[in-house]
């Protein structure tokens, strides 16, 4: 759970942004304690964070594509919100990405 947490706050503060400006917070979905953990020590409140390890179980390297997908289809990604992702997985591999929303077709300037 340390490295979700250091590695999300080393992005945040490398994009000059901060954890109040996310509005959607979509972790690998591995089990719901650690990422409950994790964005309890992030600071992320639990409504901005997507969960469906409930309905999918963990499906590994697809869980955050798959978790990030379900919410924009129930409508809590919307464009120009700010989402952090962040995973893990087998060794010592992890990291984070934070990526700006846009509408389906819109392209970013």
Known sequence: TRVLVSSAEKLLAEC???VDEI???VPHQANIRIMDHAARKLGI???KMVVNVDRYGNT????I???LADAVDD???RDGALVLMTGMGAGLTWGSSLIEWTERGKIAA
Request: proline share 11%; aromatic share 6%.
């Open 16 to 18: 000059g942004r901060s």
């Open 23 to 25: 509005d959607v917070y």
């Open 45 to 47: 409140p639990t409504e």
């Open 60 to 63: 590994s390297s697809g869980s």
């Open 65 to 67: 594509p798959l978790a």
């Open 75 to 77: 409508g809590r990604v």
